[in-house]
């Protein structure tokens, strides 16, 4: 695809494995892409294949009206923008945040960029590298709607899906954490199902298939849960928490009777109780969220 606009070239401040396939389907899009990075070195294939390597960030956002930054956080992120020199340079230019960190800190960056009239559009991948430049990538966006018009062309180029979620800048970071809520805290129940299984003589090859099995009746569950919990009724009615609770009991003692650090199902496990302590064991599990987060 090749993208031929007056916004047709493309700054990525950030050259790990992210910024570098960000930079890389940019080029492949036809865009005039210019690429700094902390470490030199980083640029050399990308330079290679066409991209100007600038000597600093200040001289890498001067080329282009758009600056895409993706780098490990944002105290990363300010130590590279938020110094006179770039932000100088950024005036009157737009700024995408693709870096991950929390809602808050989007929200000041956008304040900051604001305050140095940069238009500032913060946003979250929530794909591997490998996906960027495919139909399998997956952005999302927030900031003012009409900068996300403005560059949405060229951010498309990136390939996938792009969704702008809304003027409010902390936005993406919110789905992005939430979503790695979901990802991380299966992948904890992952790597100590595979211990427990492993300490009674199943590999993780034969448990494999059913593991693919119980991980697909989730998302169904989300659907009822999220109108459960967004109308604030958890219906125990199938599975209520005094099972929930028992299950997870059994998971503890097996667990521990084998040595094994059961402390991840253990807060699940103390979530259930005192749920059911304060008097909603027949509710379903989906009601310790009004216990983590009362209205
Ligand atoms: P990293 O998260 O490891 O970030 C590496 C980049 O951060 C490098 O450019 C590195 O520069 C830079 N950096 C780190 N510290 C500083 C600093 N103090 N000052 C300046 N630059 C610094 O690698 P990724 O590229 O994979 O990730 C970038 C972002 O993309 C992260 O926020 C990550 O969460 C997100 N992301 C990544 C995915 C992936 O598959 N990799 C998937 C989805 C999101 P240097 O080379 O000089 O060390």
Known sequence: MSVS???????????????????????????????????????????????????????????????????????????????????????????????ADTPARARDMGAWASAHGIGYLDGAIMTPSTTIGTPNAVFLHSGPEEL?????????????????????????????????????????GYAHALALAKAEGVTAQELAPFAKGISAILPPLFEQGAREADAGVFSGDINPITSAASSMRHIVQASEERGIDASVMRAAEGLARRVIGLGHGGDGFLRVTDLLNPR
Not at 25 to 49: K, M
Not at 54 to 74: F, G, H, I, N, Q
Not at 158 to 168: K, S, Y
């Open 5 to 99: 606009t007056p916004q047709s070239a493309v700054t990525v401040l950030g050259l790990g494995p992210m910024g570098r396939a960000l930079a890389g389907a940019f080029l492949d899009a036809g865009l005039a892409v210019t690429v700094w990075n902390r470490t030199r070195g980083r640029d050399r294939e990308l330079v290679a294949r066409g991209a100007s390597g600038a000597p600093s960030p200040e001289a890498a956002v001067a080329a282009s009206p758009l600056t895409v930054l993706c780098v490990v956080d944002y105290d990363a992120a300010h130590a590279i923008v938020r110094r006179d020199a770039v932000a100088a340079a950024l005036k009157g230019r737009t700024l995408v945040n693709l870096t």
């Open 148 to 188: 996300y018009r403005e560059h949405r062309a060229v951010l498309e180029t990136l390939g996938g899906t792009h969704t702008h979620l809304g003027a409010d800048v902390g936005r993406a970071a919110s789905y992005d954490l939430a979503l790695l809520d979901i990802f991380w805290t299966a992948m904890a």
